[in-house]
């Protein structure tokens, strides 16, 4: 029978070298990697049957961001995590759609020699659906809408331009359409931004429905919150491995498209402002 190959990833170099030799003492195939980086290059050209990674690490990502690699690279791979946090009751439920297991530091090494051996026993875990940010938005510009129009309709100040919900919503449709484009393009982030003729506009439109710029603004932050509640929604399917440039891209583009509204707003407020 050909050994379990475990892919062991810990910053810490002398628990590193100790699991190791442990677990090889089991009978395992262990390579180690100190770092997140250093392990996703691991999994790009190498396949495991094991992942016990540490959940918390130094630099860019964590143990989610190499467990979500591991499920793209090897689906089959049992993926475990080790924290010294046990009593983090937010963020276990995100992890657990993610990992097969959480462990706690310090662990009992039996203790885990048989946990990563029953986890084997049972079999390949079950595939779990993996989408990128951009999937997700596609897939949910709808519902993001709707939950973004119900934001607003608590907002007094906002609600004093009476609109209907179509006109309200009508520039989002093809403002998701630009954010999906940018989050799966290789742009990067702080660039210049690109020109967007839907976003200049919505910001001419907003100024003759009689908006104040304030609430043009308020419009965009809402905007971000009702995108983030979505992507929490879905942290069972989302792609840990680039959630977080995936944020970070939001971010960029809506406060791009608001700088290009407002700066059309603007520019309509001073032609009207000018004498006949």
């Keep these: ?41 691991l999994i790009s050209s190498n396949v495991y049957d094991v992942l016990l990674s540490d959940l918390h690490m130094p630099g860019v990502g964590d143990g989610l961001t190499v467990v979500s690699a591991m499920r793209h690279a090897n689906p089959k791979a049992v993926t475990m995590l080790l924290s010294a946090f046990p009593e983090m009751d937010a963020a276990s439920h995100a992890i657990m759609l993610q990992a097969d297991q959480i462990l706690v530091k310090p662990m009992n090494v039996t203790a885990l020699v048989k946990a990563i051996n029953e986890r084997l026993a049972g079999g390949a875990p079950a595939v779990r659906p993996v989408e990128t940010v ?23 100040k906002v609600m004093m331009v009476p ?21 799966r393009s290789s742009k990067i982030i702080g660039s210049p931004e690109l020109v967007s003729p839907a976003a200049a506009e919505h910001g001419l439109n907003r100024q003759k429905q009689g908006y104040t710029a304030a609430m043009l603004v308020e419009e965009s932050r809402m905007l971000q919150v009702s995108i983030f509640q979505t992507l929490q929604s879905n942290l069972a399917s989302i792609d840990f491995s680039v959630v977080l440039i995936g944020v970070m891209t939001i971010a960029d583009e809506i406060d791009s498209q608001l700088s290009q509204a407002m700066a059309s707003y603007v520019a309509e407020s001073s032609n009207l402002a000018q004498p006949a």
């Design 163 to 183: 609109l209907t919900y179509k006109q309200r919503t009508c520039h989002l449709p093809q403002l998701f359409r630009e954010l999906v484009h940018r989050l």
């Design 1 to 41: 029978m050909p050994q379990t190959r475990i892919l062991l990833v810990d910053d810490d170099e002398a628990i590193n070298i100790m699991l190791a030799e442990v677990l090889r003492g089991q009978g395992f195939d262990v390579t180690m990697a100190a770092s997140v980086p250093q392990a996703l290059k």
């Design 134 to 156: 951009a999937a997700i938005l596609e897939r949910t510009t709808d519902s993001t809408i709707a939950d973004w129009f119900e934001h607003i309709q608590q907002d007094k």
